[in-house]
């Protein structure tokens, strides 16, 4: 824990632990979240489809920006943020595929749940939401990359164009 000069506290606990665990560990979402969503009337978000991804960069991806979990029953979990990341991974991943999560080890409040909901649907899109600018520069990279890093990232150019929400013959004329 920091204290306001920035130093860790000794005797401090992490609240906060990091482990690999498989995806059908994590049983859904927060009950709070469930609710919340419901009471919002939130329809699920779009999940590309299983064809225009390659599952091991996902995987690869989640290692990196780990889905936050609160302990469930046994050795479950429920899913407190990377929302998106948690429904990309239960619906995209084999059940047994071997993900990180960070386990929170502290009761969070309803209101807390919420905020950090707001957040990653809301504010973290608009933030780094791509511009059609930004699309065709990543087109224009893509372009130039060799036939095996394109392989390695998407299964073809029209599921990297899908995935960007532009068709192939728009971005070329651009």
């Known amino acids: 824990m920091l204290c306001r000069s920035g130093q860790k506290r000794r005797g401090a606990v992490s609240k906060i632990e990091r482990k690999s665990t498989a995806v059908d560990t994590i049983t859904g979402l927060h009950s709070a979240i469930i609710e919340f ?37 046994g050795p479950c979990y429920r899913c407190i943020g990377q929302f ?8 995209l991943l084999e059940k047994k595929a071997t993900i990180a999560v960070e386990i929170v080890h ?14 990653e649907v809301f504010y973290l899109p608009a933030l780094i939401g791509l511009s059609d600018a930004d699309i065709q520069r990543l087109y224009s990279i893509w372009n130039r990359l ?8 998407f299964p073809s150019t029209a599921s990297f164009s899908r995935m960007l929400g532009v068709s192939t013959h728009r971005l070329r004329n651009e």
């Not at 998106?84 to 619906?91: H, I, K």
């Not at 502290?106 to 957040?119: A, C, D, G, S, V």
């Open 37 to 73: 969503e419901k009471r919002l009337s939130i329809p699920p978000f779009q999940i590309p489809s299983a064809a225009d991804i390659c599952s091991d960069k996902l995987a690869s991806l989640l290692q990196h920006l780990p889905i936050q979990v609160v302990r469930s029953r």
């Open 106 to 119: 502290q009761r969070l409040k309803r209101e807390m749940l919420e905020e950090r909901y707001l957040n």
């Open 146 to 153: 060799d036939v095996s890093r394109k392989d390695a990232l």
């Open 84 to 91: 998106r990341l948690y429904r990309l991974a239960t619906t």
